[in-house]
Structures are given as structure tokens and as C-alpha cells.
């Protein structure tokens, strides 16, 4: 008897079917004398559509609404069936008795693998291979040790339910808005929050009012201070006041009221998690979320010099342990190798703050595997990505950074000066960064010594000082800043908006459907987010709602909370939210209408940005036109200045202009106008049935008349 293995996808599937045996290929699997190995391409399953259970939800109507099943349905997606049939008649072979998961290892991976099974009707027994790295040793270590499927049903449980809230309060929303104001307009559990706190933001900046201060730096010859007022804020809003102050203080002599010494230790930052990798590859290269996940992902797959990424831990499990070495030997090479080469002749610290099981729950922090690494072998995106992994991974086992922190306090005439001075004991794990400037995690124990000032002279308390000169610099309050990518990462991680795998997924979503956009590595929300929002209901707007729903997911996943009442929380929830657009007397403008008409129904077009530039889409769902809005230029040029003309669209139908002189022509369809090529074609079709003498304008007389009677 032979077992079925389930990989997620092809490129999966054929690394497990060379490191286990199976090497007979076929179109939809390989197979060997133990395992026949396919693979999903995706989701090859998934919700039913609503018109699925009645042909009347074609139509989108608000009367339908909410779309509310009693139990939900499942389908083959169209696009993959011929897979899912592949699959199918390998699970009804005879010499089949088994089912192994290898699909992905987390909540996504789980349910698309169960709702396979589920169409397939699947009763055989079935087992789970969870492996958190694709290499040979963890594919032989992880079949020889597969666990039990049941073993992974609340795992399943959660994904499920995940999937239903989705399509209750997505699909449902998402009509009632599209329905009720007449426009593409999408809401969801998690993309709607999201936008809310991009929002929450804009509408700071928009009512921030700037004001003009002024700070006072005293010069003491060997050091700088700052000013400080009561309040301990070194800005004077009052012009006089700084004026007076500084001429009050200049040239003054003063005494050195406090110095406080202190050591400061700064222990190495923690493993990466998804999000803190997508947080830090935006800041350091600006790499979108999405971008991070497609890169981590070919690391992870394809070269397998990475463990598994879609983790939310930044923490080891004690079985690791013994790996730890090699997985530093496969990465000791160019730039890491001086750094690796003194941890490889001792025992390696292993602490709290790299191993603690208590702080993982489905897959470890994201560290390189003991794959050896050939770095030329990288893209140049690869090779970034890669390089803040292994100088993570490294620094973990360096010691902490080290430095004396000084805090000065000069008294002046009974004002307060202030200075602040560092000075570096032992580099400690900054070492491994080799100088680079470092812009810290979330982590607050990793403070940036940078910030702590610069270095000072040796200074004692009841020193007399004098002030050389002091200036008064002004500066301006700031706006809040609009959302990076990192700090929206930020804000949905501690909000509990979504998960590492979902995250980049949302952000790209909201970009594509023109609710925000990237502005430099900025976000913002456009014209249609900004209505979008306040078109919805309060609840949906704000994180606090989806935020308790993720922590019943979670709970559920654990085996804490049961499926049934989170399900019709999110029913309830669906008929509020609805009902909410059906009785609302807002309204919706479109923010992107342009001049042009559509051909076809004459409504007026919406620009929207793609992937291959501007298009003009017509609003009409029926109608579905849609063309580029770059500028066309036709051959045809302008009679006053020769230069060529712009070819547009209107409810005349096509027509030429000068967009310089603005001079407008009307292409008729049934003109005889006659391009340059045609010309040609017909003078030689006619140069011969005419006289020598016939001069140019004849013989295209004559083309032209025997052309209309063709």
C-alpha cells in the first residue's frame, strides 16, 4: 500500500518527492515504491459564491441582503479543477490508505488541505507533516516523526471560522455599499479598521496648526547645553521671551550643579518575526510588506536558507539547541565569517532571550538554516533580506553593548542648562552590524545609544562655568507623520489586526482597490478612502472590535473557545452592519471622474491606477468599458502648427485635438480619408491603368472613386 502526500504547491511537492523516493513523474504527481506526491495549487476549494445558493444573488440587490447561510458551502474553484480532479482520482486508487498534510504549517495551510478533503470525501486516516524549513534533513526528520491530523483539528477550526467571518461581513458590506451609493466600494473585518487608523492620522495632520519656538543652546567652550524651562521643555514659544532670556544669560558664569554617571547595558535585540522583518526591511531598504513576504518567501523555498516564515515568535525552542552551531557554520562565510569564527571555539550563550518554548506556539523566529549559503547565488533583493536575518541570528549570541551615560545639569543665574554624553565600553553585539547605524526594534530594552548624546569632557560638580555664547535657534511644531509601512506593521500588530501572513496582503489590498496610496514610502488615504470611511459603520471603523475577534480566533486555535458562538457574533454583527448602510443618508461622490465619456453608455469615466499605468473604467457595472488613460497620439497632425495631434474618446466617438493649439477634428468613420500606406497601395494598384501624363491628384481621384464602389 502506498500514502498520499498533499503539498501546497508544485516546486514544494518535487523537493519532498526527490528527498523521499517518489521519482516516477507524472503530469499532477510523482510517485514511488511508498508516496505519491501531488500538490494544491492554492486554494483549490473554497466558500461557495452566494449565487451558488440562489441564481437570484447574481444580482446584486440591497433587498438580498444580508446573505446569511445556515450552513456554508464549499466548491472547486474553476480556475485550478483541473488539478482538483488529478487529485480526486488518486484518492479513490485502491492502493492508496493513507493521507499526509504538507501543506503549509499554520492556520492557511491547514484549511486549504481540509476543504480538499472534504470535497474529496476523504475517510481514510490521515497524518500532519510540520516542519518549520524545507531542507533534506528537516523533510526526512519531519516524515519520521508525522503527528496525528486530528491533532491539528482546533488549528483547522480557527481557519475556518476566520474564513466565514470574512465572507459574512466582507461580501455582505461590500454589496451594501457597491449597491447603495453605486460604486466599488470594499469593506472588510480587518481592511476597513486598517484604513480607519490611516484616517485617525490624515485628520490629525489636517488639524494640526504649526507654531514657531525656539530653543537656547549655551556654548561653555569644552561642551553645549540646551535650556530647559520648568516644565523640563527646552521650547520657548514667546519671540520677547527668548530674546530676553538670551540676553539675560549671555556671558554669565555658572556652576555645575549635578553630574550623574551611570552604565547603561543594552542587551542584543530578539529573533525576527514576520512583521519585525517587515518593519525593518521597510525602514532599511524600503521594501513594502508584500515585497518582504514574496522575498522571504523564495529564501524559505527556494534556496531553503531560511526557516519558515509566516511566524508571529521571536523566540528558539530548547530542541533547537544542538542545531545552533551548524546553522552558524552554513552561514560563516565573507562578511559573517570574522563575526562567527569566535562563537564556533566555545560553548554558545544560550538565555531566555533566544530559547523559551513558553514563547512559541506554531513555528519558531525566523533564523537561517543549516543550508550552506553561496551569497552570489542571491538577487540583490535576496541578498538584503538575507543579510538582516544572518546578522541577527548572529548577534544573539554576542554579549550586550556596554556604555557611561553623563547627565550634566548647569545652573546659570537660576536657569537650567542641560548636556548629555555617552561614552562606549564594549560594542558588544553592535559589533556584528559593524558600525552601521542601528534604527532599533519595538524591543525597549534595545534603546539607540545614539540618542544619548555625544561625548563630553570630564566634568565634576561645583565647577564654575562661563557661557561664550548662546543662540537662539527657532524651529516649528510638526504634524504627526503619515504611516510607513513599519509603523502601520506597528499598529496592526498591536491592535491585533490580522496576522504575520495576512498583514501585507491587507495593506496591498487597500492599495489596489484606490482606498489608499504610496506616496515615497508614506501612506495615505485617497479621495474615495476618505468617504469610504465614513460611510461604514463606527464599529467596523475602529481596530478594538476586530481586534477582540482575532483574540477569539486565537483562543479557539488553543482549544479555549468553541466556534459556534464566534460565528454568530459575526452573523449578528453582519445583519447590524447592514442594516447600518441601508438606513444611512449619506452620500458618495467619486473622486476620480475625468472629462472623457465612455463610448459605449456615455457615462462619465473614472481614472484609477493599475499596474500598467492610469485607465478610465466606466462606473457602469453592465457596461465594463475601459481603456488606458495615457495619451494617445494620432498620425494625423494639426493644420496651423504640424505638430501630431491627440487621439481621444467622447460621446461623438473618436476625435483628434491639438494640444497645443486646441484645434479639434471629428474622425467619421464613413470619411474617405486614406492613410499614407493605403495611398501607396493604390496609386501602384492604378499607376498603370492611367496615362503617363495623369498627374498625382488624378490618379487618387481615381482611387478613391473605385474604391467607394468596391
Known amino acids: 500500500m502506498k500514502t498520499l502526500v498533499l503539498a501546497e504547491k508544485p516546486s514544494v511537492a518535487r523537493e519532498i518527492a526527490r528527498v523521499m523516493g517518489s521519482r516516477e513523474k507524472h503530469k499532477s504527481y510523482f510517485e514511488g515504491p511508498k508516496y505519491i506526491v501531488t500538490w494544491a495549487l492554492g486554494h483549490l476549494v473554497g466558500l461557495a459564491e452566494p449565487e ?11 433587498e438580498d441582503l444580508p446573505i446569511l447561510p445556515e450552513k456554508m458551502k464549499l466548491k472547486v474553484l474553476r480556475e485550478t479543477n483541473h488539478q482538483f480532479k488529478a487529485i480526486s482520482q488518486l484518492a479513490k486508487r485502491q492502493d492508496i490508505d493513507e ?74 458590506v461590500t454589496r451594501a455599499l457597491t449597491v447603495k451609493y453605486n460604486a466599488q466600494l470594499s469593506a472588510g473585518r480587518v481592511q476597513t479598521p486598517t484604513l480607519g487608523m490611516i484616517m485617525d492620522r490624515e485628520n490629525e495632520i489636517r488639524q494640526f496648526r504649526s507654531e514657531e519656538y525656539y530653543t537656547l543652546r549655551g556654548n561653555f567652550g569644552s561642551f553645549e547645553a540646551v535650556w530647559r524651562g520648568a516644565n523640563n521643555d527646552s521650547r520657548i514659544f514667546d519671540a520677547e521671551q527668548a530674546k530676553s532670556l538670551r540676553q539675560k544669560l549671555e556671558g554669565r558664569l555658572g556652576k555645575i550643579v549635578k553630574v550623574k554617571k551611570s552604565e547603561k547595558v543594552v542587551p542584543h535585540p530578539l529573533a525576527y518575526d514576520l512583521t519585525e522583518l517587515q518593519r525593518d526591511a521597510n525602514k532599511r531598504f524600503g521594501f513594502s510588506a508584500k515585497q518582504t513576504s514574496n522575498v522571504l518567501q523564495r529564501l524559505y523555498e527556494q534556496h531553503k536558507l531560511v526557516t519558515y516564515p509566516r511566524t508571529d515568535s521571536r523566540y528558539l525552542t530548547s530542541d533547537m539547541v544542538g542545531t545552533l ?64 536575518i544572518v546578522r541577527r541570528f548572529i548577534s544573539l549570541f554576542y554579549p550586550a553593548a556596554k556604555y557611561d551615560a553623563v547627565n550634566v545639569t548647569v545652573s546659570v543665574d537660576g536657569e537650567s542648562f542641560h548636556a548629555k554624553g555617552i561614552t562606549v565600553k564594549d560594542q558588544g553585539w553592535r559589533a556584528v552590524y559593524e558600525g552601521e547605524q542601528m534604527e532599533e526594534s519595538d524591543d525597549d530594552s534595545a534603546e539607540d545609544m545614539t540618542e544619548s548624546g555625544v561625548t563630553l569632557p570630564v566634568l565634576n560638580e561645583g565647577d564654575s562655568v ?60 485617497t479621495g474615495k478612502g476618505i468617504q469610504l470611511i465614513e460611510l461604514v459603520s463606527p464599529e467596523l471603523r475602529t481596530p478594538q472590535l476586530t481586534a477582540r475577534w482575532e483574540a477569539e480566533l486565537e483562543k479557539i486555535a488553543r482549544g479555549e473557545g468553541r466556534p459556534e458562538p464566534f460565528i454568530r457574533g459575526i452573523r449578528k454583527m453582519a445583519e447590524e452592519l447592514v442594516s447600518g448602510v441601508k438606513g444611512s443618508s449619506a452620500s458618495y461622490k467619486p473622486h476620480n471622474v475625468s472629462n472623457s465619456h465612455c463610448p459605449d453608455c456615455g457615462e462619465r469615466l473614472l481614472e484609477k491606477k493599475s499596474k500598467r499605468g492610469k485607465m478610465l473604467v466606466c462606473p457602469n457595472q453592465e457596461c465594463g468599458y475601459r ?62 491603368q492611367e496615362s503617363i501624363g495623369s498627374n498625382l491628384g488624378d490618379l487618387l481621384k481615381a482611387a478613391l472613386a473605385q474604391k467607394d464602389q468596391d
Not at 492556520?107 to 474529496?120: D, F, P, S, Y
Not at 569566535?342 to 519558531?364: A, C, E, F, G, N
Not at 510638526?478 to 495576512?502: D, I, N
Request: with cysteine.
Open 52 to 62: 451558488d445558493y440562489d441564481h437570484k444573488y447574481q444580482t446584486w440587490s440591497l
Open 99 to 172: 493521507l499526509i498534510i504538507a501543506t503549509d504549517a499554520a492556520r492557511e495551510g491547514e484549511l486549504l488541505a481540509r476543504w480538499i478533503m472534504q470535497m474529496l470525501r476523504w475517510n481514510k486516516p490521515f497524518k500532519r507533516l510540520w516542519i518549520s524549513s524545507q531542507t533534506d534533513k528537516a523533510i526526512r526528520e519531519g516524515f519520521a516523526s508525522l503527528r496525528p491530523g486530528s491533532q491539528f483539528n482546533r488549528l483547522y477550526e480557527s481557519a475556518r471560522c476566520r474564513a466565514e467571518a470574512d465572507w459574512m461581513i466582507g461580501l455582505n
Open 325 to 388: 552551531k551548524e546553522r552558524l557554520e552554513s552561514v560563516a562565510v565573507g562578511p559573517y565569517a570574522a563575526a562567527i569564527r569566535p562563537l564556533l571555539r566555545k560553548s554558545l550563550p544560550i538565555t531566555k532571550r533566544i530559547v523559551d518554548d513558553s514563547k512559541v506556539s506554531d513555528h519558531h523566529a525566523i533564523i537561517p538554516t543549516e543550508q550552506t549559503v553561496i551569497l552570489n547565488a542571491l538577487s540583490t533583493e535576496e541578498r538584503k533580506l538575507y543579510d538582516l
Open 466 to 525: 562661563k557661557i561664550e555664547r548662546i543662540a537662539a535657534i527657532s524651529g516649528r511644531t510638526m504634524p504627526p507623520k503619515r504611516y510607513t509601512e513599519a509603523a502601520l506593521l506597528s499598529q496592526m500588530e498591536k491592535h491585533g489586526l490580522g496576522t504575520p501572513a495576512t498583514r501585507a496582503d491587507i495593506i496591498e489590498k487597500l492599495v489596489s482597490s484606490d482606498t489608499i496610496e504610496r506616496q515615497g514610502n508614506m501612506l495615505l488615504p
Open 627 to 688: 481603456r488606458s488613460a495615457e495619451k494617445r497620439l494620432s498620425n494625423r497632425r494639426c493644420p496651423q502648427c504640424h505638430k501630431k495631434m491627440e487621439l481621444k474618446e467622447g460621446k461623438a466617438g473618436m476625435f483628434v485635438q491639438c494640444i497645443t493649439c486646441g484645434i479639434t477634428e471629428v474622425l467619421n468613420k464613413d470619411s474617405q480619408h486614406v492613410n499614407k500606406r493605403e495611398q501607396q497601395k493604390l496609386m501602384k494598384q492604378y499607376a498603370k
